[in-house]
Structures are given as C-alpha cells and as structure tokens.
C-alpha cells in the first residue's frame, strides 16, 4: 500500500509543480509581476523539495505505464490566458489539497505539516484573482480588449 501512497505523492507534486510553473511564466513574462513571480517559484521549489526529500521512493513508486487514467486526459484547447491561469490555478489547488490529505496518513509523516500545504493553495487562490485581474486591466488601469 505504502508503493501506492507515494505514487500517488509523486503524481499531486508534478501536478502542483506543472500548474505553478504556467502560473509562473505568465506572471513573469506576460504580466511582468515580480512579487506573484517570486511567491510562486518560492512555492513550486518548495514543492518540488519534498520530491528530493522523498527522492527514490517517489521514483520507484512511478508506473506510467500501468496509470489506468493516463489516456482519460482531455485534451482541451484554451481559448485565452484567463482560461490557461485558471485551468494551472486549479491544478495546483487540487493537488494541494490531495497532498494535505494525504500528509496526514502515518506513512507519511516524514512530510511537511498539512497547514503548511493548506497554506500554499489557499495562497495560490490570492494569486490566481490577482492575474486574472492583471489579465483584465493594463498598468494604465483600463480594461484589456
């Protein structure tokens, strides 16, 4: 059961680790917001240090090959950023919230404190209004077309 736990682990911290590096190269590169750039690539480190703190069980744990929902995914196209920051905003919040969960489980209690991953999505929520508003509005404060 232990193998299972961790793949399942492995799975949330890619799947928080990818939604912040998107929320992280818009906020960078499109919006040019240092602070939400900041915050998010102290979080997606933060994130991916628990892999390293994990290492090789992580690793032994992966079975692309054998996930039963690898071929579910839709693919979906996103018809503008408003849509890509709150599709990456979501999967980060949903594997956030897999990890709280699944911290609590005595296999894990190696890991972080739940409130400290509680934390983290609640602030990827913050973060989230913010670029759909930077999105909305250009410096001079009037409405993107």
Known sequence: MQARILRTVDANINRVSEGL?????????????????????????????????????????????GDI???????????DLYSIVRANAKRAQEGLRVLEELIKLPELKMMP???????????????EVSLISQLSYDKKGKARD
């Open 21 to 65: 590096r998107v929320l992280e190269d818009v906020s960078r590169f499109i919006l040019e917001d240092e602070d939400a750039t900041r915050r998010l690539k102290s979080m997606r480190h933060q994130i991916n240090h628990l892999a390293r703190d994990l290492g090789i069980h992580l690793l032994l744990s992966r079975d692309a090959e």
């Open 69 to 79: 929902g690898a071929d579910s995914d839709l693919v979906k196209e996103h018809g």
């Open 113 to 127: 404190e739940a409130d400290e991953i509680r934390k983290s999505r609640y602030l990827i929520y913050t973060i």
